[in-house]
């Protein structure tokens, strides 16, 4: 079974930045599409990055474009978020996730979850 643990959030000054860190474990990551996701106070959870298992597509929420970039290691069973120039309204518990197959960067296409790091970001 595979399981995904998310680390490297945590209180950043606007304008910052952080790079997520999404392990797996149980089985390779190498075949599965994998999303970065986030849930805000109130607010239900939305996609904010996705790559699939080629690399050759990626999508970027438009919040988010141009600031933040997704990539993996499959060599080391491992995605990344890296977070530049981060707003208030970034602050959220960020979510990986990976599914075999998806057709969209939306939270119920993807079958396998890690439970979340909290990013902050507050002056």
């Known amino acids: 079974q595979l399981q995904l643990v998310e680390s490297g959030g945590g209180l950043v000054q606007p304008g910052g930045s952080l790079r997520l860190t999404c392990a797996a474990s149980?089985?390779?990551?190498?075949?599965?599409?994998i999303g970065w996701f986030r849930q805000a106070p109130g607010k239900e959870r939305e996609g904010v990055s996705c790559?699939?298992?080629?690399?050759?597509?990626?999508y970027y929420a438009d919040s988010v474009k141009g600031r933040f970039s997704i990539s993996r290691d499959n060599a080391k069973n491992t995605a990344y978020l890296q977070m530049n120039s981060l707003k208030f309204e970034d602050t959220a518990v960020y979510y990986c996730?990976?599914?075999?197959?998806?057709?969209?960067?939306?939270?119920?296409?993807?079958?396998?979850w890690g439970h979340g790091t909290q990013v902050t970001v507050s002056s």
């Open positions: 149980g089985f390779t990551l190498e075949p599965y599409a």
């Open positions: 790559i699939s298992h080629s690399e050759g597509s990626t």
């Open positions: 996730a990976a599914d075999p197959w998806v057709a969209d960067c939306d939270p119920s296409d993807f079958g396998s």
